[in-house]
T-cell receptor, first 115, second 111 residues
Framework: DAGVTQSPTHLIKTRGQHVTLRCSPISGHKSVSWYQQVLGQGPQFIFQYYEKEERGRGNFPDRFSARQFPNYSSELNVNALLLGDSALYLC??????????????FGPGTRLTVL | AQSVTQLDSHVSVSEGTPVLLRCNYSSSYSPSLFWYVQHPNKGLQLLLKYTSAATLVKGINGFEAEFKKSETSFHLTKPSAHMSDAAEYFCVVSEDNDMRFGAGTRLTVKP
């Protein structure tokens, strides 16, 4: 079975640009979550979507947005990029949404570099 | 809000010796607790999770963790380290719709 897939693998942008990251969950999983992992730190929760609705949001500015499509894939959008947005962006999927007791399966991540 | 502290940023052990990675947490009520491992250039992998069942949780690859409410701890252990265990380990606490990761502990295994 295919695991969680993310695209692109790497991305280089300049300050002020916009970026879209994509995630495909494991087949049958209806929940997708996004995390930001800055070098040398643990991942930080950005969003969770379940059945195409936002179910959780971390402490990130409104420049960050996401959506989930009818096939349960998801996009993370970041506007007006800052140097501090440089990070590994991780996507995780789970079967359902039960306050995070469901096991989350992580993708390999998208490495975003902002110059 | 919940939080998690991993007490060691780096742990170094010899192959075949025990591993202890320490994690303390704070939580308003009964949390869910997890340990994840991250190998270089690979995604995060769940080692084990605690969700208010047995306090001693067994995970994959010989790892286990014990939930101690009185000490607010969830330390990860393994009796005998293998070279393949070298990686970054994250302790995670979860409440409601928020999952908080610790800063990570880098485990080095010497031959």
């Amino acid at each position: 079975d295919a695991g969680v897939t993310q695209s692109p693998t790497h991305l280089i942008k300049t300050r002020g640009q916009h970026v879209t990251l994509r995630c495909s969950p494991i087949s049958g999983h209806k929940s997708v979550s996004w995390y930001q992992q800055v070098l040398g730190q643990g991942p930080q929760f950005i969003f969770q979507y379940y059945e195409k609705e936002e179910r959780g949001r971390g402490n990130f500015p409104d420049r960050f947005s996401a959506r989930q499509f009818p096939n349960y894939s998801s996009e993370l959008n970041v506007n007006a990029l800052l140097l501090g947005d440089s990070a590994l962006y991780l996507c995780a999927s789970s079967l359902g949404w039960t306050g995070y007791t469901d096991t989350q399966y992580f993708g390999p991540g998208t490495r975003l570099t902002v110059l | 809000a919940q939080s998690v502290t991993q007490l060691d940023s780096h742990v170094s052990v010899s192959e075949g010796t025990p591993v202890l990675l320490r994690c303390n947490y704070s939580s308003s009520y009964s949390p869910s607790l997890f340990w994840y491992v991250q190998h270089p250039n690979k995604g995060l992998q769940l080692l084990l999770k605690y969700t208010s069942a047995a306090t001693l949780v067994k995970g994959i690859n010989g790892f286990e963790a014990e939930f101690k409410k009185s000490e607010t701890s969830f330390h990860l252990t393994k009796p005998s380290a293998h070279m393949s265990d070298a990686a970054e380990y994250f302790c995670v606490v979860s409440e409601d719709n928020d999952m908080r990761f610790g800063a990570g502990t880098r485990l080095t295994v010497k031959p």
